[in-house]
């Protein structure tokens, strides 16, 4: 157990010096934060009552389907793989750590966001916090078992970048956090509900966290998790 809280407390240190998680983690999504959250509050100010999901869903997607993957792709597609057999180390840990890492990285960011909204755009507090902090975990834990997906499956860089793009746009696009979901087509707010943005924006919304709005959270982590074991298995065999 030593071993393994080590493992984590080192590879947040690691997250931290990494330029790529950094400017996914925190940078990024507070720049946006601080711009958005000014016009969004100016242009509609019933803005206030949503505007702190809304941020948190931005921030939340961008670590989980673009800060993550591309960690995740430094250990198993290079020689660190291959150093964790020599030493016997289960390959899963190496996803575990960096899992948890960023789970705690977001999680700050969203801390962040929570407590200046109020301050700086007049945004409203959660009705219920501790509700609220259950569904944002539980919307970043299948965010990030996504995001371990696109790692562990793509091996190029390159196509990941692409491919971590056309999960995160949509997310944000079509979710309901830049403008009502309401003015989308049908098709497009069709489309919209196949990510995971749309259904943590309603879970954390002031009466939220309801069943109608969890199952979707229940199918997709134990989906992911069944297809990172047999990725992970993979692996192994190579």
């Not at 206030?48 to 995740?72: D, N, Q, R, W």
Request: contains cysteine; proline residues 5%; hydrophobic residues 55%.
């Amino acid at each position: 157990m030593s071993g393994f809280l080590y493992g984590v407390a080192l590879q947040w240190k690691l997250d931290i010096r990494s330029k790529s998680l950094l400017v996914t983690c925190y940078i990024v999504p507070l720049i946006f934060f601080l711009l958005m959250g000014g016009i969004f509050t100016a242009v509609m100010p019933e803005m206030k009552s949503t505007l702190i999901p809304s941020m948190i869903v931005m921030s939340v997607s961008m670590g989980a389907f673009i800060g993550l993957p591309p960690s995740l792709i430094e250990t198993y597609g290079s020689d660190v793989k291959k150093v964790y057999k020599a030493n016997g180390v289960p390959l899963y840990l190496g996803l575990v750590t960096m899992f948890l890492s960023t789970f705690s990285h977001l999680m700050m960011t969203c801390v962040i966001i929570l407590l200046l909204a109020p301050v700086l755009f007049e945004a409203a507090l959660p009705s219920h916090l501790p509700i609220f902090f259950l569904a944002l975990a539980i919307y970043m834990i299948v965010s990030l078992s996504i995001g371990s997906i696109l790692g562990l499956i793509v091996k190029n860089q390159a196509k990941l970048t692409m491919i971590a793009q056309l999960v995160f746009l949509p997310s944000i696009l079509l979710s309901g956090i830049m403008f009502p979901i309401d003015l989308l087509p049908d098709f497009l707010e069709t489309i919209g509900r196949v990510f995971p943005a749309s259904w943590g924006y309603r879970l954390m919304l002031d009466h939220g966290f309801q069943l109608e709005n969890l199952w979707y959270f229940i199918l997709v982590f134990c989906v992911a998790s069944i297809v990172c074991g047999i990725l992970l298995k993979k692996q192994k065999s190579k």
